[in-house]
């Protein structure tokens, strides 16, 4: 199926505040119609100067997400230091030698997907006394050029994990860019019920309602709130 047959979201329209009205809305009555409840918006800032995250930190949104630690580094300290409940996602690859960062700036990391990294994880985890809510991410397209563990290797993946002393809640996908993504979607829902995972991070500006209704608990949104990158 192609992608041309899913209908897309609505466009947001109008400052912050109305944005995310709109957005909170619109996502509460598409998860409604699967049966599930609201989901966490993480607002993905990746490229977003601090300026214009600013009206949406006043407007009370609180999870925010960001692809690269450096940027993160860059961006996050300072706005912190003004709203110190913000919850802060790493939705993009994780380098392992970033791990320690990772692990010192973010509330939750959406990108566990190799043995590497598992081991770097754990090793950051352990020094810093904190561990933040852990995300696998499954390659659930099976794309060569997508991050992501291989959806034969996630029970191995988990078992390293669980034996390294981390605790993975939940799974993450990015489907295919040109698929109709429902089946992706509905096919992460169910390997996270197969391995009794509680989390669903998946929806993305295109796809969100599609996410929700299917049991998303976090969809992850940068152009429906920012604009264009
Ligand atoms: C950029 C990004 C998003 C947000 O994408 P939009 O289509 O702009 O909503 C979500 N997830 C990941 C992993 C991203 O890199």
Redesign the pocket.
Known sequence: MKKATAPQPPALEGPPAARLAALREELAAAAARGGHPPPTIVA?A?TIPAEAIRPFLAAGHRVF?E?RVQEAEAKWPALKAEWPDVELHL??RLQSNKAAAAVALFDAI?ALDRSSLVAALATAVRKAGRQPRLFAQVNIGDEPQKGGVAIAGLPDLLAEARAAGLQVEGLMC?PPADREPAPYLALLAELARRHGLPLLSMG???DRDIAAALGATHV?????LFGP?
């Open positions: 993905v990746k997400g692809n939705v993009g959406h990015v993305m500006t295109g992850r949104i940068g152009t429906a990158r």
